[in-house]
């Protein structure tokens, strides 16, 4: 494959970034585990989402730092991006291919360009977009936090889905060990995690029940390689949050417990 | 694996040939692009097929030389041939096996040996697939020519696939461009390419109204590596055109326009 | 990954024992192929299971030697033990991580334990197992036997399933051949395998019809690269036998034919 230059961008455009494709898909990847389309704020600081998805289970908050991108330019402005059409694009693009976002202020669409392709998307009316709460509003007692690999935990949620919807997720302060389990009709799993195979824990008694299937949908996007920190207490959301961009990036996702059965 | 020698062929056979299971698996796919079964005439020039898809959206011309096959011993002759059942038998084959072909002419089967494997292949009567009209006899006044790696065909097939079932392929005389677009309910998408991402360009205006479907049938079989030569025209078809097998060979698909919207 | 400790068993347990995941999975493909559950028999001498499928048209034996085994401490005793579910376990395995199994006495239940998981399965009571007829009862006047690789039994199979849904099996005592064909309605395939394309064969005449699904289904789990036996008679069961786990372990299974159509 040729290495395209992009087209030119609008010449007056209120937006005009560039990011590598893999740190966009990334993004994209995060977002739409739980979202189909988002509101999606540019200024100065970089880019902001909070979304939380349609059965008010689950919440993400991603900031991007402009060190994220290889050219940013934009005015303070609010974008309803649709992730799926999104994604698309990206599928045309290989690792870190730049793609270059701008917006057209006439027709209010976003041309996406990568590799010789230009997409013009329409974009969603960012009003139309339900607003999750605010997430700063929400004070959760956590007890204990947990540092492991991404690897780590995709293996846990994986056993727990083996036996059960339900998995408990907590730590074991006198062990310091981070363990997951779940009982099906007649088998049981564990999963325990201490010492070498933790990257950090701050240890307290800390237990919680969660949803399987939004546990892998959380964990699915984790780009591979992570450091993921998990913070848990007693019957209350869990916070998981991790790096993207190599650092220029940060999500956090929030899970609300189920209630014990 | 392996190499198994191949079955001695009937004695008295008016066809038998060996050729690379790669290039009878690139025949095979290229004319299975269009149809289930087609008129395969061998004479002393190698082998010719000419056929047409059902809805007469497509045709295809097809020519391998006697310097494609490892050896190549045949009366003139036109064979009626299953190309799905050829095509099983040759996912038995691995890489370049050497594929014999031997025609009984008692039983009117062919053979097929490759790797140890003798398979007996009932052939179609030919007089009942229907004939193409003749290529030679369509002359279209193509305004331009364009020659650009599959894989960056490829491409532009795919983007307008994401927006529209109807693509415009055309040329660009002013910026000696090939450009490939395409408008959906909301997005529109544009793939262009110029310069150095082309291998060739004689650049006149050309714009014609394809099918996604039909361009992506027609772009697949092309083997990764090649080199396609697209002949275009003002709302006429398009010429389609490749070499196989190291240049013994050769194809070219016609495809025609849709009335523009 | 990093690599977990395995978990302490019960202090008094009955049976532990600690095997490659890659043995075990071995063992729960080739016993998978015809049953859901099976009699797994624990003693001084090893594993041993016999086992029929539900039609009672094929069966199979094993046996494990200790030395297939890391740690092996058991009272003779006799598990009903849930293939698919221990298939699940070991998918969370890796290569060769081993996998401890450790029978709690007074749950009944089985703990395995892989790489920080504990899980703990229930098993089956062992009389609702249907026992098969005793394999060592029956004697067959086998005629031929042949050893090859499980790559060219593969593709023997494959072959035949091309065309047909039964495939005679049999050896060529004139041509020293093994011999797979079968007919479909309009075309036949013959897939023959002599000299350097066997590793040994003791050459009589047979011949039989099989169903080329239950082939399949014995083909499947053999490991690749495996040398198999087939021993062979006129219109008689076959045997197919080959070593697992480096030669510490022994399969066999024996396929009924089918009348000739």
């Known amino acids: 494959m040729t290495d395209a230059t992009l087209a030119a961008p609008p010449e007056e455009t209120p937006l005009h970034v560039v990011v590598p494709a893999s740190t966009l898909r990334t993004v994209v990847d995060v977002l739409g585990a739980l979202v189909e389309e988002c509101r999606m704020r540019f200024d100065a600081d970089g880019v902001h989402v909070a979304a939380m998805d349609p059965a008010t289970v689950a919440s993400v908050s991603l900031d991007l730092s402009p060190a994220a991108f290889e050219s940013y330019d934009v005015e303070e402005r609010t974008l309803g991006v649709p992730l799926e059409r999104l994604d698309d694009v990206l599928s045309m693009a290989s690792g870190d291919d730049p793609v270059q976002l701008a917006l057209d202020p006439e027709t209010r669409r976003l041309t996406v360009a990568v590799a010789g392709l230009d997409y013009t998307m329409a974009l969603v009316d960012p009003e139309a977009i339900?607003?999750?709460?605010?997430?700063?509003?929400?004070?959760?007692?956590?007890?204990?936090?947990?540092?492991?690999e991404s690897t780590a935990l995709s293996?846990?949620?994986?056993?727990?889905?083996?036996?059960?919807?339900?998995?408990?997720?907590?730590?074991?302060?006198?062990d310091e060990a981070f363990v997951v389990s779940a009982s099906g009709d007649t088998d049981d799993v564990r999963h325990r995690l201490a010492g070498d195979d933790l990257l950090d824990i701050d240890a307290g008694e800390a237990e919680s029940l969660f949803s399987v299937d939004y546990l892998t949908a959380l964990e699915r996007p984790i780009p591979s390689g992570s450091e993921v920190t998990l913070e848990l207490g007693m019957e209350?959301?869990?916070?998981?949050?991790?790096?993207?961009?190599?650092g220029a990036g940060q999500v956090e996702y929030a899970l609300s417990p189920r209630i014990a059965r």
Chains 1, 2, 3 share one sequence.
């Open 130 to 148: 339900r607003s999750p709460p605010d997430l700063a509003e929400m004070e959760f007692e956590y007890t204990a936090a947990v540092t492991l």
């Open 155 to 174: 293996r846990s949620v994986r056993a727990a889905d083996m036996v059960s919807s339900h998995a408990t997720v907590g730590v074991d302060a006198d």
């Open 236 to 246: 209350i959301p869990m916070a998981l949050s991790f790096e993207i961009a190599a």
